[in-house]
């Protein structure tokens, strides 16, 4: 069973950098895509980045030359590097993956972890 635990959330202020780590295990596949999606109160879930097995990402426009997705696959590992932080980037960070990246929807996963709030203060 796919378990994703993520930590590093917390409340910084704008400008402000976080770095979040999800821990991976259980994942039997030799192919991936991994991500990370967020999701504010009262908003749709965004899809921030994802990462595939081949080590190609993607970024929400909102987040590009901000924020860098990576992995460390020794020791199963996702990050996401969140520099020059908004008041806007407050919201509950999940940690997901899949066997393949959906290339039309960002946020598409099959597994989640729970979850790791991120508060910008102005």
């Known amino acids: 069973q796919v378990q ?26 030799s ?11 009262g908003t749709e879930r965004e899809g921030v980045a994802t990462i595939d097995s081949d080590g190609s990402t993607t970024y929400a426009d909102s987040v590009k030359g901000r924020f860098t997705i990576s992995i460390d696959n020794a020791k199963n590992t996702l ?5 020059s932080l908004k008041p806007e980037d407050t919201a509950m960070y999940y940690c997901a993956a899949d066997r393949w990246c959906n ?3 960002r946020a598409d996963f099959g597994y ?4 790791t709030q991120v508060t910008v203060s102005s």
Request: charged fraction near 10%.
């Open 4 to 29: 994703l635990v993520e930590s590093g959330g917390g409340s910084v202020q704008a400008g402000g950098s976080l770095r979040l780590s999800c821990a991976a295990s259980g994942y039997t596949y």
């Open 31 to 41: 192919s991936y895509c991994m991500g990370w999606v967020r999701q504010a109160p």
């Open 79 to 83: 990050y996401l590097q969140m520099n």
């Open 103 to 105: 290339r039309y929807d």
């Open 112 to 115: 989640w972890g729970q979850g």
